[in-house]
């Protein structure tokens, strides 16, 4: 198997698992949902559906427009993130640091460009 297949799957495994865990965990997620988004349970809820179903989608034909779509998808989900920084609310019990933040956007950044690379070669 090439390191591009291995990366597909696990790219694909480890949003299965975040989709999941809004369904395991929906109290963390209502928590980080921000106030101006209506219906938190339901919209993060709806996001973990979101993060088990695209993703697969890179799977098929419709690879290309999966990894566009992840991409932006990956964006958006950030501004959750971004939300939780600029407003100093707690993720889930904890309370980052800049420092911490400023590592989930770089992960976030690595998770866009592993996404452009399954988009590229994949």
């Known amino acids: 198997m090439d390191l591009i297949k291995l990366t597909t799957y696990l ?3 480890f949003f299965i698992y975040a989709g999941v865990n809004h369904f395991r965990h929906p109290n963390f997620y209502d928590s980080i949902v921000p106030s101006y988004i209506p219906f938190p349970r339901t919209s993060h809820l709806l ?8 993703p697969l989608f890179l799977l098929t034909k419709y690879r ?5 779509l992840m991409i932006a998808f990956i964006v958006i989900l950030y ?7 600029i407003n100093n609310l707690p993720y ?3 309370y980052f640091s800049n420092a911490q933040h400023t590592v989930r956007l770089i992960l976030q950044i690595v998770l866009i460009y592993i996404t452009y690379i399954i988009y590229k070669y994949g």
């Open 11 to 13: 790219y694909i495994l």
């Open 47 to 54: 996001v973990g559906v979101l993060e088990v179903i695209i």
């Open 64 to 68: 290309s427009f999966a990894a566009v």
């Open 79 to 85: 501004l959750g993130n971004l939300h939780v920084w």
């Open 92 to 94: 889930g019990n904890n």
